[in-house]
């Protein structure tokens, strides 16, 4: 029963540890979900799975390091490092370049294993990992209005790239939001136009690219994926000027990330930002309370009393989910 639990919750990016891809089809049995580690959210690479440094991309022309992100729209564990993943950014975004690639979590619903095999399977699994990371996420979707695939939201990440690489990352935290905390079907062209609209993206040109070449950059991101050896999600690869390399793979805590960055980059200059309340929502315009806490040192037991304090003040309007809420700027 333990045995086909983890099997199940690893599985589709519902674990305590990674969003496991599955767009590799030949892996070896060494390769299978069961070697992940649901307690230190690692799984296990194979010893001949190396990673070479001419697979990775071109180094940042403008900073120190570059950070390869493989991510996915429907991606869990994704969903529970943006704490970190914004944290990073405010402390070290003039020394980093994040380039964000899609990795294809779902391709469709063609296939069974250990006790997946249709949307339905995923429902309850969303709500458990959603105390774990303590980010709300509303598993309903799978019974509501379920994704076939998780190929139409990365396709149209990368139109929103083609178009703008910040107002892009808007747009993937809004179709987040979107599936984890509204039960969107963000497979829909209609939740990926409302997200286009709300973050300033042209309409006309993210549908004539999605349509087109998008798709053709969506599969080299699955390339590169597979040529770097990338079986689940998060996976980010820290490079240097000098070609010097760091991974770090799956869920962690923010000095993993940190530690990455240093150690490619000692003289690093951490940014002392202001953490007021209103500084990091013009930062960031929804937040939750794990994020906020992050953020603004405020301890996570008193970090949702402050928000809930900001809309009696009517500065922030509030949505609830039955696991979590999140606050937005008003």
């Known amino acids: 029963m333990k045995f086909t639990y983890y099997l199940i919750i690893l599985i589709l990016t519902v674990s305590f540890a990674n969003c496991q891809s599955k767009n590799q089809n030949n892996m070896p049995e060494q390769n299978n979900p069961l070697l992940c580690n649901p307690e230190n959210g690692i799984c296990e690479m194979p010893a001949n799975n190396t990673i070479s440094n001419d697979s990775i991309s071109e180094k940042s022309k403008s900073k120190p390091v570059k950070i390869i992100y493989f991510t996915d729209p429907i991606c869990s564990s994704c969903w529970g490092i943006e704490p970190q993943l914004r944290k990073l950014k405010l402390e070290y975004g003039s020394e980093i370049e994040i380039e964000y690639r899609m990795g294809g979590l779902l391709p469709?619903?063609?296939?069974?294993?250990?006790?997946?095999?249709?949307?339905?399977d995923v429902a309850h699994h969303w709500d458990e990992v959603s105390l774990y990371y303590d980010m709300p996420i509303d598993g309903d979707v799978w019974l509501e209005d379920p994704l076939h695939s998780s190929y139409p939201p990365s396709i149209a990440f990368k139109a929103a790239q083609m178009q703008d690489q910040e107002k892009a990352i808007l747009f993937l935290r809004e179709i987040r939001e979107m599936v984890f905390l509204n039960k969107k079907n963000i497979t829909k062209w209609e939740h990926i136009e409302a997200a286009g609209k709300k973050v300033g993206l042209d309409i006309v040109k993210l549908k004539s690219d999605f349509e087109g070449d998008a798709k053709i950059l969506f599969e080299q991101d699955l390339k590169l994926g597979r040529e770097l050896g990338v079986r689940g999600f998060p996976t980010m690869f820290f490079t240097n000027t000098k070609g010097q390399n760091e991974y770090v793979y799956g869920s962690k805590p923010y000095t993993t990330f940190e530690s990455a960055l240093l150690k490619l980059y000692p003289k690093a200059s951490k940014t002392n930002y202001d953490k007021s309340w209103n500084n990091v929502f013009s930062k960031y315009h929804s937040l939750t309370a794990n994020e906020f806490s992050e953020l603004t040192n405020i301890p996570r037991?008193?970090?949702?009393?402050?928000?809930n304090d900001l809309i009696s003040d009517d500065k922030l309007e509030k949505f609830t989910t039955k696991n979590g809420a999140i606050w937005i700027l008003k």
């Open 108 to 120: 469709d619903w063609s296939y069974n294993s250990g006790g997946i095999s249709k949307p339905s």
């Open 301 to 307: 037991n008193q970090s949702e009393k402050f928000l």
